[in-house]
């Protein structure tokens, strides 16, 4: 069975960091040609691709304007990816959620998208003063 758990979510003040990690089982960077990486969810929003990283080559897709704040890193040996988020803003207050998909699936720039074969339940990240 295929488990994705995210930790490391919480409250946070505007201007700091967070970094979320997110647990794989089941599954490992070997398999076949995927993307894993980081979406969020905000209340009545549709989810929003931020970073993935390839299976691959550890190539690294992004949507534009969270690149350079957020950074995505991965751990084979733990079969972990970790999501570094700086600068924290409110409006970065969401559900994150870890989730993995096809590599040819995967569209990076304005929008990061791609389909998702597996995901995990999500962290909260509040972002307030």
């Known amino acids: 069975e295929v488990q994705f758990v995210e930790s490391g979510g919480g409250l946070v003040q505007p201007g700091g960091s967070l970094r979320l990690s997110c647990a794989i089982s089941g599954f490992t960077f070997d398999d076949d040609f995927y993307c894993i990486g980081w979406f969020r969810q905000a209340p009545g929003k549709e989810p929003e691709g931020l970073l993935c990283?390839?299976?691959?080559?550890?190539?690294?897709y992004y949507k534009n304007d969270v690149n350079g704040r957020f950074i995505i890193s991965r751990d084979a040996a733990k079969n972990t990816v970790d999501l570094q988020m700086n600068d924290l803003k409110p409006e970065d207050t969401a559900t994150y959620f870890c989730a993995a998909g096809p590599l040819d699936t995967v569209i990076g720039g304005l929008r990061l998208e791609y389909e998702i074969k597996y995901r995990g339940q999500g962290t909260q990240v509040t972002v307030s003063s």
């Open positions: 990283i390839s299976s691959v080559d550890g190539t690294i």
